[in-house]
């Protein structure tokens, strides 16, 4: 199994592409279900969570094909031949259940196995189902599975209020009421960017959305949709992932194609902690001149901090002056990249949903292990800050949400190797 070996001490120096977004590229991907038109995204991501996305929309008839020479474009198109996500591929990801609202809006039935715990809590999907409802499904849960039909045969729009801002939810919801008969309000929607991207392809597709941005979608639900070309957003936490390798390595890193208003609440946090983040004409400049100080900060839904961002600005945290007190409201369980970031020297104790960071001058390298996507970067951010050899294991985790990381930081000058 592949392991990351990170030698620390050096600065970065240089520039780091920003790939398009995993999470907006998920719910794009399921999108391709909404038409038998040739759906074609640019700008996608090399990961394995893409690739299940793609295996999974084989299963259901939708072929995804390379397409262009540059090795980002997928060409989505067929009929749908299958109704049923199985447990095999959705245990993988559970982005996976985004298939269950387009499934029923285009086919009017859908079996999608239930996507279960995951390492960062229980994350229902009840709101999920609960939104279909309003708009017509019926929904049972038998065998561990999802089994949803639609009496009608064409879902209708509803005034769905949901009841926390699940980004999931929002992107399924808005994916079914774009093909439903008649017109679906979402109220307390999420508002990531990631969901406006969905929204804005949607409607290259002819969905007709309104509200797009905002905490209250609206959506006019149309017969058909047809295919349409899409460039998918650049990944504002692969950038903040960066964004705190600088911080945490120092030195000066440009952020080709990153977008600073997707990251406001990240660059506050580090522009307090005494980092530099500044928009250029097609990315985000980071730089580190002098010590870091430490800042507190509360995970929330965008534009507030994203909960994806906490481990890596913990690692930040761990080696800054004075103490950070880091809240996490979104997942119960999200703390798992302490105790290995303690191994490592730091010193941090947790109480309920809130981590205190005490800085210390320097950590010290150790083997770890990765328990999470964005735990398993967290940890290498630490080894670049470490001194001597950070040896961090199971980073299968890693390779679902950032591409070459190890190629794109040994560019920019860390000592960094994939073994
Ligand atoms: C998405 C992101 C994930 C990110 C998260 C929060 C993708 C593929 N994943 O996950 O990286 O960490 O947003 O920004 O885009 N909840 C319920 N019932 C539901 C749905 C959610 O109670 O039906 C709860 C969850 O348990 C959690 C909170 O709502 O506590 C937020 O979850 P949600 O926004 O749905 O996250 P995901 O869409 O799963």
């Known amino acids: ?104 809006a285009r086919a009017g039935e859908a079996r999608v196995s239930l996507p279960g715990g995951c390492a960062i809590g229980t994350r229902p999907v009840d709101l999920h189902l609960k939104g279909l409802e309003q708009m017509g499904a019926v929904i049972a849960l038998e065998g561990g599975y999802i089994n949803a039909r639609v009496p009608d045969g064409r879902l209708r729009g509803a005034a769905i209020v949901l009841a926390l801002p699940s980004v999931g939810a929002t992107e399924n919801l808005m994916l079914a009421a774009s093909l439903a008969e008649g017109e679906t309000s979402i109220a307390n929607a999420a508002r990531e960017p990631e969901i406006t991207d969905l929204a804005a392809c949607l409607c290259a597709m002819g969905a007709r959305i309104t509200g797009i941005g905002t905490d209250r979608l609206v959506i006019e639900g149309v017969p058909r949709l047809h295919g349409a070309a899409h460039r998918i957003v650049a990944d504002r936490i692969e950038t903040g992932t960066y964004a705190c390798a600088a911080a945490i390595a120092g030195g000066s890193l440009l952020l080709r194609h990153a977008r600073l208003d997707h990251m406001a609440a990240l660059a506050r946090v580090l522009h307090e902690a005494g980092i530099e983040v500044e928009a250029e004409a097609d990315g985000v400049r980071i730089r580190r001149r002098n010590g870091l100080r430490g800042v507190d900060a509360m995970t929330e839904p965008y534009p507030g901090f994203p909960t994806d961002m906490q481990a890596q600005f913990m690692a930040l945290m761990a080696v800054a002056e004075g103490a950070a007190m880091l809240t996490e409201t979104i997942f119960e369980n999200r703390f798992m990249h302490v105790p290995e970031l303690n191994r490592m020297g730091a010193r941090i104790n947790v109480h309920g949903a809130s981590a205190i960071v005490r800085g210390v001058a320097q950590l010290s390298g150790a083997p770890v292990m990765a328990t999470d996507l964005r735990a398993s970067v967290s940890l290498i951010l630490a080894g670049l800050a470490a001194r001597g050899e950070t040896m961090v294991s199971r980073v299968y985790h890693l390779d679902r949400g950032y591409e070459a990381v190890e190629r794109k930081l040994a560019a920019c000058g860390a000592d960094i190797e994939r073994i």
């Open 1 to 104: 199994m592949d392991r990351i070996l990170i030698r620390g001490g050096r600065p970065l120096e240089g520039e780091i592409v920003i790939g398009g977004a995993k999470n907006a590229a998920l719910p794009l991907l399921a999108a391709g279900l909404l038409t038998d038109e040739r759906l074609l995204l640019s700008n996608v991501p090399a990961l394995a969570d893409i690739a299940t996305m793609s295996e999974l929309l084989a299963q259901h008839g939708i072929a995804v094909e390379p397409a262009g020479a540059d090795g980002r474009s997928l060409s989505l198109g067929g009929a749908i031949r299958s109704t049923e996500a199985p447990y095999d591929i959705v245990r993988k990801m559970r982005a996976s259940v985004l298939v269950l609202g387009p499934l029923l």
